[in-house]
């Protein structure tokens, strides 16, 4: 099924000068359940290879650009929480390690660490989704029913950090909120020790599975070359054989403290792309244990901000008995604390991949100008080249395997 | 460009061949916190972009974004940021152009990424460009009457009184 068809096969079928080719233009979208999402394709098929595909996207623009000039820095973590869901603490904290660059705050280690756990569980979690959606897309129902939990658990631990599990709003410019419960804690171990059990199980089901690797070999394949010219970051890049990783080429927040392989492909085909972010999650489990590691060896069990209390709400109790706390939580929320003039773009290593933030200041208490980097809105416009000479439903786990977010795309 | 090189060497050899190779053509080159920023005038913008990515390695299109500022002569601009993956270098490239000229040359010849980049600038900006394959609208819909993005186009409901640039502190 996947295999190619020759590359004359869908040339022109010409008799006399006339196409006798019957072309079929078929709209896979707005709403449509394999495209996890609202996007149009209008494709235009020949039997039932596609010729083309004209794109339309925009059904879920919410103007978050323009929305955040108008709204004070800690209110725009609520913005980014939306764009990539699946994975909304790697977001939040792009969002909060910006702010903190343009104000040039250094957090504790204790506090950096806390961030990788929680931005690595949320690759987890996104990863989880985009490889058990490709098994959904060519019909292998079970790894999303079972590995799905885990998902679950990864849920369970935000609840405990932040009470929220899909739009977190987790963390604060200048740190966490509050410390981690015992019991987030105790979660996180759990998943740390029951994890490689659950994607082990998951590697059985689908990595050496002959139909899912006759299904996706060779699949919407792109080349690194073409990758890097239409922009592609993430898995999807590293699938096609480029070891970008921002992690890596930009550490922030201490991540080149730690020790970790990035996996690349050679195809950039759907099964490559399945398989890199298989072993980005061991990566990822791997980074927490070695972030749980380092933060057992500290003495300090307490600090979980910065010494920053001109951006982190003091607690309520202080509020309501002494003078400071209260001056701090006055001008936090009515926005009196001076921000310098400047620019600055930060980037972090997003489920799907480079996540940027231009944030241009200038001295207000919004910012004047954010642009978001969203990996999959300038990954997504390839779609066409990737899914041409190929079959409708080659296209189908083709685009669930770029994981491409609707409320990313459109932002 | 080599890339054991310090950043600070690749930022001063970026600097030298521009400045010789644009003369006055570039306005500016100056640091603006961790990157190193050029500002072009808007008739060398596409010369520039091209021997970033040709000569001095910058491969790699990360950003192409609009920018309005009602209160300035030059209005509008564009911002680049260029990225040199084997070095991990990153650049960005400014160029200001005014309300009544509001063309530019297309990247989408050095970058196919920058077709959605600049369809993106154009829905919301208003900024044209000269030979995009494909330069309508991308966000918001076909018939959109404004340009969302342009410090003019009200966020919210104008006849509020409770609301406006003195609670944001401008």
């Not at chain 2, 991308?138 to 003019?152: T, Y």
Request: aromatic share 10%; glycine share 6%.
């Amino acid at each position: 099924m996947s295999q190619q068809p020759p590359t004359d096969f869908w040339a022109k079928d010409l008799v006399e000068g006339r196409d006798l080719r019957e072309l079929t233009t078929l709209n896979l979208g707005p709403t449509h359940p394999a495209t996890h999402g609202i996007f149009q394709n209008v494709l235009t098929l020949d039997g039932e290879i596609i010729l083309d595909a004209q794109q339309t996207i925009g059904y879920i623009h919410r103007a978050f650009e323009k929305l955040a000039e108008r709204r004070p820095f800690y209110q725009i973590t609520t913005l980014t929480d939306r764009m990539n869901y699946c994975s909304a603490p790697i977001n939040n904290m792009g969002w909060h390690m910006t702010v903190e660059k343009l104000l040039n705050i250094e957090l504790p280690k204790r506090v950096q660490y806390m961030r990788v756990i929680v931005m690595e569980l949320a690759r987890i979690a996104d990863h989880i989704i985009c490889n058990t959606i490709i098994g959904q897309d060519v019909g292998a129902t079970t790894p999303f029913l079972y590995v799905y939990q885990w998902r679950e658990k990864i849920y369970e631990v935000y609840e405990e950090i932040c009470g929220a599990r899909l739009t977190t709003n987790m963390g604060r410019i200048g740190g966490w909120e509050r410390n981690w419960s015992d019991a987030a804690w105790a979660k996180i171990k759990a998943i740390v020790k029951d994890l490689p059990a659950g994607l082990k199980e998951f590697d059985n089901m689908l990595l050496r599975n002959r139909i899912f690797m006759d299904r996706t070999i060779g699949c919407g394949p792109i080349s690194g070359e073409r990758a890097l010219a239409y922009g592609f970051t993430g898995p999807n890049l590293r699938a096609a054989g480029v070891d970008y990783d921002v992690r890596v080429a930009d550490p922030y927040s201490s991540y080149d403290e730690f020790d970790f392989i990035i996996p690349v492909g050679t195809n950039g085909d759907t099964y490559d792309r399945f398989t890199v972010r298989q072993e980005e999650m061991r990566q990822s489990l791997s980074i927490i244990r070695q972030a749980m590691e380092k933060l057992d060896k500290m003495s300090d069990k307490t600090t979980f901000r910065g010494e920053v209390p001109e951006w982190v709400l003091p607690p309520k109790e202080e509020v309501y008995s002494a003078m400071e706390p209260l001056i701090w939580h006055f001008k936090i929320v009515m926005g009196e604390t001076d921000v310098p003039v400047g620019e600055v773009y930060h980037c972090v290593e997003g489920g799907n991949g480079e996540l940027g933030f231009y944030l241009v200041s200038d001295g207000g208490r919004a910012p004047f100008r954010l642009h978001l980097r969203r990996p999959c809105y300038i990954y997504y416009q390839a779609f066409p080249e990737m899914i041409k000479g190929s079959m409708l439903s080659d296209a189908i786990i083709t685009m669930s395997s770029m994981n491409v977010i609707a409320g990313e795309l459109d932002a | 460009m080599p890339g054991f090189l310090i950043k600070a060497e690749r930022d001063q050899r970026v600097k030298e061949r521009i400045s010789a190779a644009f003369a006055e053509k570039v306005t500016a080159i100056e640091q603006e916190r961790d990157l190193l920023c050029i500002h072009v005038k808007k008739e060398a913008l596409h010369d520039l972009l091209r021997t970033l990515k040709e000569e001095l390695g910058f491969h790699f299109l990360t950003t192409c974004c609009g920018m309005h500022f009602p209160d300035e002569a030059q209005d509008f601009g564009l911002v680049y940021h260029l990225h040199d993956m084997r070095a991990g270098h990153r650049i960005r490239v400014k160029c200001r152009t005014t309300a009544n000229d509001l063309e530019f040359k297309t990247a989408t010849d050095l970058w196919p990424t920058a077709n959605w980049m600049e369809r993106e600038a154009w829905d919301f900006f208003g900024i044209r460009f000269k030979g995009h394959p494909n330069l309508k609208r991308i966000l918001n819909m076909e018939d959109f009457p404004a340009f969302p993005l342009r410090k003019d186009y009200p966020l919210e409901d104008p006849t509020r009184q409770d609301k406006d640039d003195r609670f944001f502190g401008r």
